[in-house]
């Protein structure tokens, strides 16, 4: 069954450093999300890509944070300089152009301390 | 400014009864409804959607039902089994997908 994939799924860093995440989606699938979900919140959306463009990373905190998919397939996520606050589960999803329904990965759970 | 909201953070059904989540929106901008299951340390899981033209949908033992006027969606899952156990969320979908807070179910044998 295809699935998102998701590395690494724990991350521990000390604050002021930086942190990445990586995110395959399933295959075919144009469009990419982030979401960072802190707990007893829903996910929030961070960041949404169509193929390898940015169509919305109005959450986004771009002073520390920024995303890329390259070859408009898989993504990164950075965080630099981490800080305590960003402590949270990220998790990326993907869905075909069009389709409402996001599948997601099994997400990665960060702690800065 | 929440927009989607579920107002009870948590549930409590007996296994083989019906379990009723409910979620309550406010942009009238939505035009599709998605309910999300998530297990501990995973990521969500797609349960079942509906279209703003629908006012219900069915899917096994899930149901989702739609109340436009009110601005209201519910969950039906009868009947209930224990491996329902686990955090619903509702979403809804205008330009982006934003989700309510989460209402964890548990279901009891």
């Known amino acids: 069954e295809a699935e998102v994939a998701q590395s690494p799924r724990y991350k521990i860093t000390e604050k002021s450093q930086a942190v990445a995440f990586w995110c395959d989606p399933i295959?075919?699938?144009?469009?990419l999300y982030w979401y960072r979900q802190i707990l007893g919140q829903g996910p929030e959306l961070l960041v949404q890509?169509?193929?390898?463009?940015?169509?919305?990373d109005s959450q986004l905190p771009k002073d520390r944070f920024s995303a890329e998919r390259l070859k408009g397939v898989d993504s990164t996520l950075k965080i630099q300089p981490a800080e305590l606050g960003d402590s949270a589960m990220y998790l990326c999803?993907?869905?075909?152009?069009?389709?409402?329904?996001?599948?997601f990965g099994q997400g990665t759970r960060l702690t800065v301390v | 400014d929440q927009q989607v909201k579920q107002n009870s953070p948590s549930l409590s059904v007996q296994e083989g009864r019906i379990s009723i989540l409910n979620c309550d929106y406010t942009?009238?901008?939505?035009?599709?409804f998605l309910w999300y299951k998530k297990y501990p340390a995973e990521g969500p899981t797609f349960l079942i959607s509906?279209?703003?033209?629908?006012d219900k949908n069915e899917d096994g033992r899930f149901t989702v039902f739609l109340n436009k006027s009110a601005k209201h969606l519910s969950l039906h899952i009868v009947p209930s089994q224990p491996g329902d156990s686990a955090v619903y969320f509702c979403?809804?979908?205008?330009?982006?997908?934003?989700f309510g807070k989460g209402t964890k179910l548990t279901v009891n044998p």
């Open positions: 295959s075919g699938h144009a469009t």
């Open positions: 890509f169509q193929d390898e463009s940015v169509v919305d």
């Open positions: 942009n009238s901008m939505f035009d599709y």
């Open positions: 509906i279209s703003s033209i629908k």
């Open positions: 979403a809804a979908s205008a330009e982006k997908l934003v």
């Open positions: 999803a993907s869905s075909s152009t069009g389709v409402y329904e996001a599948f």
